[in-house]
């Protein structure tokens, strides 16, 4: 038996693998380039008449001309032509002409062609079937003095199976090499016996340039490519770098230039760009960053202004002076930099052992992810903003944006500078950014459809990552996998807290600089009393006028001098009053524009208090559980029988042993269980012990308001006696000054404070510790402490002797969800430090730094009415 094939295969693997004619047309340019070629047009032509011989890289036969006229007749055809290696008739034979062929790949490991390979499949020439029934294939190859030329007629091959294709010489004694491809003939389609004949659509491939549509107004009278075929083009290499210099793309209409240039300055006008790259050197490494711009400061601060923006807002140049001025704030919190093996030891729930060496190999791995806004109005903002700051040189159409992202966007996979499959598509998620959107807070996410960028591995010899025949995916192996968990990682990890650290960082900045309105209680009650001091005053000044008119009324016949007089005196009584009510009035409208004021400053708090809110609802889930838990702790620990009554009943079962002369049992398998159960029960009393402890700061019944006086001294003697065994086993010494200063606080915030300060003391001595066995700088001979001092009546520092706070935590240690440890949920700093300003106090990083050179110290402040001395 052996395998038999239908000519219909052809028609599956050039028509459904091949899913667009622009992929078609992107293919066959792909084959250009595979042949070495520096250049490569392609033509668009409504009639073989329109055919000038002229605007081709090679001559025309007349015969070939001759030809190809009696297929095309009157209709449309497309030409590929480059001047490439072309193809001897062996060649044509072996590589062109034989689907699935390998030439290709035993090119590449002869070293004879010095490209990357763009296409390997042996399938590309089968995508002209998409474009027209009729190939006409024109080439001549290095090694003979004339070309070859084969007329391949589709629906003759499918349809009567004729997988024979005539051909013909073309007679050329020069030197030149080149392959062109001819794209003929009118489709054909049979119903009820009738044949209806369909040519070539010209029109799906170019268009006419738009006022609206145009990033630069003066190319709206150009032509252009259509927008899916310049993205299939544009594409194929990377449009973020250099270009290559040694390939050129021109396309024709009717013998005219259409304009292919992707406008990559639209690059200037994003508000975020995100960035990563891992180097293959002796010590692999990981960088990644963030960068801001100055549109970006601006939309986020008329977004904490609200309505008062006008007031505080500033020019673009102040936006771009204030990122200037913090620039060491924002970038040691907007980028990080590791050792590849610590990065991936970092996470190392999702990396295996085997990551570091397949992540190499397939290294250097580069990206850069540009992040726009394409509402209209932040669109003017960051072109206008881009302007004035430098960005762009010359003025952008606003309307253009919109359809330029609709078609543009995606994040892209390249290999060295070339494009691999048709990852980041319009629609195409396949980093799964839209999922990731539904998870934590979705403002700081990527929103799908408005970035562009890329994805560069190295791989020249396509030994590690693939693509499947379609091209829509990367085939499935060890490579792609460990790619896609460090991809994921990257994006929906890493990127998502640096854009949450740099909205925060300038929530914080502006803040700072008193360019977001504030609004105390105390101002709000001052602006209650004297809107009532005004309408007392206007209900007055009303009182009066009205009987001023009641006197007017009354004298109004003016028949006497009394009657004369009285109307006199209202009348000057009338003007005073009115006087007053003009004055009630300008107050009452400079009132109003104050409560208009205040009312949008109390709404930008309200939005902060929302933004809060959902954290500490997450906190409070987070609390039910734990509630559960603690509940089933205690539960069981006032369950839990003696040490003696332990110890008794084990004796009992030692006796019986001996008894019985089992004293190997004894020592094989009860021994074990001896010391199994007495570190159990140590453990079991030590979490009693800790749980009577903390069950001091659980609130039964009151407010956040009631206060209790800790003295802190012997607050922390206790702690200290209930955390010395975690201390012996960390072999860490913890000291605290003696002082006699108790603390006005709500019950048990002593407790939360100083426990989650020592929990990441002793998380930050342990990571010193690792460091140093790979890093003699993290060394150290003297014993790990844990310290706390009073340096006056109201201020405290806690620091110890671990490797200090890393600089990209520095802005951000506060914040909610940021953590510096492995598996930290990045809640306890926030939430002490809300707890303190809860009642007035506050704890902050000071800007001194240890032996490391990170900042280590953190101190604590009371205001003084909540000390009693």
Not at 167 to 194: A, C, F, H, P
Not at 637 to 649: E, S
Not at 789 to 797: C, Q, R, S
């Amino acid at each position: 038996m052996k395998f038999e094939y239908h000519p219909r295969v052809l028609e599956q693997l050039g028509t459904e693998l091949i899913t667009s004619n622009e992929i078609a047309i992107a293919e066959l340019v792909k084959n250009s380039y595979d042949a070495n070629a520096k250049k490569t047009q392609i033509h668009f032509l409504t009639s073989i008449h329109e055919l000038n011989k002229e605007k081709h890289l090679y001559p025309i036969s007349n015969e070939l001309f001759d030809d190809v006229t009696k297929v095309a007749g009157k209709s449309p055809l497309i030409i590929i032509e480059d001047d490439g290696d072309g193809m001897d008739y062996e060649v044509l034979k072996k590589a062109f002409f034989t689907v699935g062929s390998t030439y290709k790949k035993d090119e590449l490991k002869k070293k004879q062609n010095k490209r990357i390979i763009l296409g390997d499949k042996g399938l590309g020439r089968l995508a002209s079937q998409r474009l027209a029934p009729v190939l006409f294939v024109e080439t001549k190859g290095k090694k003979e003095k004339e070309g070859t030329f084969v007329k391949v007629d589709w629906i003759e091959i499918i349809k009567n199976k004729n997988l024979e294709s005539p051909e013909k010489k073309i007679k050329d004694e020069s030197k030149d090499t080149y392959t062109r491809l001819w794209m003929v003939g009118n489709w054909e389609y049979v119903s009820e016996g009738q044949t209806t004949k369909f040519p070539i659509k010209i029109e799906d491939y170019i268009r006419q340039g738009n006022p609206q549509q145009e990033l630069y107004a003066e190319n709206a009278g150009e032509i252009f490519l259509t927008e899916a075929l310049q993205t299939n083009l544009s594409y194929l290499f990377t449009p973020f770098e250099k270009k290559i210099s040694d390939f050129q793309i021109k396309a024709f209409y009717n013998n005219k230039k259409i304009n292919t240039k992707f406008n990559n300055e639209a690059e200037n006008i994003a508000e975020i760009i995100h960035y990563f790259k891992i180097e293959s050197n002796k010590e692999s490494s990981f960088h990644a960053s963030m960068e801001i711009r100055p549109w970006y400061l601006e939309r986020i601060h008329e977004n904490l202004c609200d309505g008062n923006f006008q007031q505080f807002q500033l020019k673009h140049s102040g936006y771009k002076n204030l990122i200037k001025k913090y620039k060491q704030r924002f970038d040691s919190s907007l980028a990080v930099n590791y050792d590849l093996n610590v990065f991936l030891e970092k996470y190392k729930k999702t990396f295996s052992s085997e990551s570091l060496e397949i992540l190499t190999k397939i290294s250097p791995i580069e990206s850069k992810v540009f992040s726009f806004k394409r509402d209209q109005k932040l669109l003017r903002l960051a072109i206008d903003s881009a302007l004035d700051n430098g960005f762009l040189k010359k003025q952008f159409t606003t309307t253009a944006m919109k359809p330029f992202l609709d078609i543009h966007n995606g994040i892209r996979l390249y290999r060295g500078g070339h494009r691999i499959a048709t990852l980041g598509d319009k629609e195409s998620d396949w980093l799964k950014l839209q999922q990731s959107r539904t998870r934590g807070q979705q403002f700081f996410r990527f929103e799908l459809g408005n970035n562009l960028g890329y994805i560069k591995i190295t791989d020249p010899e396509q030994n590690f990552i693939q693509e499947v025949s379609s091209r829509t995916e990367l085939k499935e192996n060890d490579f792609s996998k460990e790619l896609m968990k460090l991809l994921n990682i990257i994006f929906n990890e890493l990127f998502y807290h640096f854009t949450r650290s740099a909205y925060y960082i300038s929530r914080d900045i502006f803040d700072e600089e008193k360019l977001i309105p504030k609004v105390t209680n105390v101002e709000i009650e001052n602006k209650i009393d004297e809107a009532e001091k005004l309408i007392q005053k206007t209900k007055k000044a009303l009182k009066n006028f009205k009987e001023s008119v009641k006197i007017l009324a009354i004298n109004r016949e003016l028949n006497d001098d009394n009657k004369v007089n009285s109307v006199k005196s209202a009348i000057d009584k009338i003007i005073n009053d009115s006087r007053n009510i003009d004055d009630s009035i300008n107050n009452t409208i400079s009132t109003a524009a104050t409560a208009k004021e205040t009312l949008n400053s109390a709404k930008i708090k309200y939005k902060e208090i929302e933004l809060e809110s959902y954290n500490n609802y997450k906190l409070m889930a987070n609390g039910l559980i734990t509630e559960v838990i603690t509940h089933e702790l205690h539960d069981l620990l006032g369950k839990q029988k003696t040490d003696v009554m332990f110890n008794d009943y084990l004796n009992e079962i030692k006796e019986f042993l001996v008894n019985n002369n089992a004293r190997k049992l004894m020592v094989n398998n009860l021994k074990p269980i001896e010391i199994r159960v007495n570190q159990l029960t140590e453990k079991v009393d030590s979490l009693n012990k800790f749980y009577q402890f903390i069950e001091k700061t659980f609130l039964y019944k009151g407010n956040f308001d009631d206060l209790v006086k800790e003295n802190v001294f012997e607050f922390l003697s206790e702690f200290k006696e209930k955390i010395n065994p975690r201390l012996s086993k960390h072999k860490i010494h913890f000291s605290f000054d003696k002082f006699d200063v108790d603390w006005l606080a709500p019950r048990g915030t002593l407790i939360h404070v100083f426990y989650n300060l020592f929990t990441n003391s002793n998380s930050w001595i342990k990571y010193r510790r690792n460091k140093a066995k790979r890093d003699k700088f993290f060394m150290s001979t003297e014993t790990d402490y844990i310290k706390i001092e009073l340096k006056d009546d109201n201020t405290i520092w806690h620091y110890d002797s671990g490797t200090g706070v890393l600089p990209q935590l520095n802005n951000t240690l506060f914040h909610p969800l940021v953590s510096g440890k492995n598996n930290g949920r990045g809640m306890g700093l926030y939430i002490i430090k809300k707890l303190l300003e809860s009642f007035g106090a506050s704890i902050h990083l000071r800007d001194e730094a240890n032996k490391y050179g990170y900042k280590y110290i953190f101190e604590i402040k009371l205001q003084n009415e909540l000390l009693n001395l």
